[in-house]
């Protein structure tokens, strides 16, 4: 879709597909695209490539998914980032896996980085979450700190990292953090680290189903979202509904 490939699986075996990578020793990345991360990489090349690059990439925005069913190669399900976070942990702790928490809002009153590991712990007895990990702004470009961060995911040795930094830096990073942790596997979740913490809230259950997510986050957040929304992915989305159409007709 718009460029990118997207792996057509389901939730369950998205997550069948990194325990399997795990339990063969190999590690991994996950990308999930939405409409925003398909237009950021239709307008830059460096990104797509980022993209492409992932070992698993699953559709997170609905209108990929509309899109793919429009052009006759529809996608089983839409596969959240938001959504992954819950499933991978409950599989890992069934597992005895280990996982580890990068990101959030850096607010040191509510934590909402090691809420959000409090949280997946009582949610699912045994889960070993054995990083928390909320580090400062420009921490990616500072040598000193990057090298403590690495320092403290070897020491941790998890086998799943969500890392919570907003695209694409969290892309970036992962990508640097699978040679320091070949063997981890490491999703870019966005704002999922804030929603497990209920630091920020997510869309309810019938707006993610009916793909108006995206409208819920940008009435909860206006002031950041209305105009990316609005000026940029508005137009990213109905671009892919076209293409789409345009190549279901022109299918043999």
């Known amino acids: 879709m718009g460029g990118i490939g997207i792996d057509p699986v389901t939730e369950a075996e998205a997550v069948a597909r990194v325990l399997a990578s795990i339990e063969a020793g190999r590690g991994g990345r996950i990308v999930t695209p939405n409409v925003d991360i398909v237009a950021a990489a239709r307008r830059r090349p460096e990104l797509r490539a980022v993209v492409d690059a992932a070992d698993l990439v699953t559709a997170d925005g609905a209108p990929l998914v ?23 942990s409950a599989a890992a702790s069934e597992r005895g896996l280990r996982i580890a928490l990068l990101g959030g809002t850096p607010d040191g009153a509510a934590r909402p980085t090691e809420r959000a590991a409090e949280i997946l712990e009582a ?43 907003g695209f694409p830096k969290q892309e970036h990073v992962c990508v640097r953090l699978r040679t320091a942790a070949p ?49 940029d992915d508005l137009p990213e989305a109905l671009r892919l509904l076209a293409e789409a159409a345009g190549a279901r007709r022109n299918r043999p």
Do not use: H, N
Not at 71 to 88: E, K, Q
């Open 66 to 88: 509309w899109a793919a069913r429009l052009a006759g190669t529809p996608l089983p399900a839409r596969v959240a980032g938001s959504d992954l976070v819950w499933s991978l």
């Open 123 to 165: 949610r699912y007895p045994g889960l070993k979450v054995v990083g928390a990990w909320c580090p400062p702004m420009g921490f990616d470009t500072d040598e000193s700190q990057w090298r403590a961060l690495v320092e403290r995911v070897q020491a941790a040795a998890p086998d799943l990292v969500y890392v919570g930094l």
């Open 183 to 231: 063997r981890a596997w490491l999703l870019g979740c966005g704002a999922s680290i804030d929603f497990i913490a209920g630091y920020r809230r997510r869309a309810p259950k019938w707006m993610r189903r009916t793909g108006t997510e995206w409208l819920f986050r940008m009435c909860s957040e206006p002031r950041r979202l209305v105009r990316r929304y609005l000026r």
